[in-house]
Nanobody, 124 residues
Framework: QVQLVESGGGLVQAGGSLRLSCAAS????????MGWFRQAPGKKREFVAG????????YYTDSVKGRFTISRDNAKNSVSLQMNSLNPEDTAVYYC?????????????????WGQGTQVTVSS
C-alpha cells in the first residue's frame, strides 16, 4: 500500500509556471506506475501525464504536450509535474495516482491509490 500527498498548487497568471510534487509513503514506490490527473468543476477527471515504473517512459495528454513534464525520483519516493505556459483551461484540482501495472493507463480506474488533490488556478 502507498499513501500519496500532493503539494505545489496555487494561483498563477496565464503564461506562468507551477511545479506539483507528490510524496509517496512506503518502500515500494519504484514498483508503481505514476499518473497525474485533473478535474475541473463540472467535468470528469482526466488523465494529464504518466510515467512508467520500468524505464520511466512518459506519456501526456495532447493538451499539455510540450508544456508539462512529469518526472520521478525513486530514491526520494516522489513524482513531480512541471507545468509551464499555463492557461486558464488548466485550472483544476490535480491528483497524483499510483498503479501497479507496468504500462501507463489513461483510465482512472486502473490507478489504485490516490492523493487528496491540490488546487491549481490560472487567471487570465
Amino acid at each position: 500500500q502507498v499513501q500519496l500527498v500532493e503539494s505545489g498548487g496555487g494561483l498563477v497568471q496565464a503564461g506562468g509556471s507551477l511545479r506539483l510534487s507528490c510524496a509517496a509513503s512506503g518502500r515500494t514506490f519504484s514498483t508503481y506506475t505514476m499518473g497525474w490527473f485533473r478535474q475541473a468543476p463540472g467535468k470528469k477527471r482526466e488523465f494529464v501525464a504518466g510515467i512508467s515504473r520500468g524505464d520511466s517512459s512518459s506519456y501526456y495528454t495532447d493538451s499539455v504536450k510540450g508544456r508539462f513534464t512529469i518526472s520521478r525520483d525513486n530514491a526520494k519516493n516522489s513524482v513531480s509535474l512541471q507545468m509551464n505556459s499555463l492557461n486558464p483551461e488548466d485550472t483544476a484540482v490535480y491528483y497524483c495516482a499510483a498503479a501497479t501495472q507496468l504500462f501507463i493507463s489513461l483510465a482512472s480506474d486502473q490507478y489504485r491509490y490516490w492523493g487528496q488533490g491540490t488546487q491549481v488556478t490560472v487567471s487570465s
